[in-house]
């Protein structure tokens, strides 16, 4: 089983409505992060958590909000999606020493 | 300003050549790491090498080395022996601390293609 999972995969939703991606993990990190990835921009970091009481804005918050549940789920929510949102969206995680971080499949949203 | 900075859109090599693909960064912090991912056609990232600002060894993952030039701020990471399976897109990364806390910024990419 994958260490980092993403739900749903691929979704196409409209513009205006509410759309959570949901992360969960079994690596037992305590850092979560998610990112949005647009051709030829590399990926740009949304928001992060280090522990299951932080949050942390990242380059790209605005249009977006999070929640971390529990150690093992983090959650991101487009509370009214616009088509320019149109992106791969990835977790992932990492552990406090080092950093490197281990990503999700991501999920690839549409918005129309 | 470009966190990462990585020159190359695109690279070609001959199968069984070493290929250097360029990343250089900019940064205040004097502790920072510096990462390599990479990102085949199917999507996934996939961690391929560390090095941390204050190795004074450059970091070596079986095929892949990271050659570190702290004082020019580049990381370059050299593949040896390369494969078919190479064939990807590769992404420079740094995790720095700014004013807000931690960062991770990812370059724009270098897409690798292998030629049989």
């Known amino acids: 089983d994958a260490d980092v999972t993403q739900t749903p995969r691929n979704r196409i939703t409209k513009t205006g409505k509410r759309i959570m991606l949901e992360c969960s993990q079994t690596?037992?990190?305590?850092?979560m992060y998610w990112y949005r990835q647009d051709p030829g921009l590399g990926l740009r970091l949304i928001y992060y958590?280090?522990?299951?009481?932080?949050?942390n804005k990242g380059e790209i918050s605005d249009g977006y909000s999070v929640s971390r549940q529990a150690q093992a789920k983090f959650s991101l929510s487009l509370e009214s999606a616009i088509p320019n949102q149109t992106a791969l969206y990835f977790c992932?995680?990492?552990?406090?020493?080092?950093?490197?971080?281990?990503f999700g499949p991501g999920t690839r949203l549409t918005v129309t | 300003a470009q966190k990462i900075t990585q020159t190359q859109p695109g690279m070609f090599v001959q199968e069984k050549e070493a290929v250097t693909l360029d990343c250089t960064y900019d940064?205040?912090?004097?502790?920072?790491?510096l990462f390599w991912y990479k990102q085949p056609s199917s999507g996934e990232m996939i961690f391929l090498i560390y090095q941390g600002s204050y190795d004074e060894q450059n970091a070596t993952e079986g095929r892949y080395s990271l050659n570190f030039q702290k004082a020019r701020k580049s990381a370059n990471l050299v593949i040896s022996a390369s494969q078919l399976g190479d064939s990807a897109m590769y992404f420079c990364?740094?995790?720095?601390?700014?004013?807000?806390?931690?960062?991770?910024?990812f370059g724009p990419g270098t897409r690798l293609s292998v030629l049989p």
């Open positions: 990364a740094m995790r720095e601390v700014d004013n807000y806390g931690q960062n991770f910024v």
């Open positions: 940064t205040s912090d004097q502790s920072y790491g």
């Open positions: 690596k037992g990190h305590d850092r």
């Open positions: 992932a995680t990492s552990d406090y020493f080092r950093g490197e971080q281990y």
């Open positions: 958590s280090f522990d299951v009481k932080d949050i």
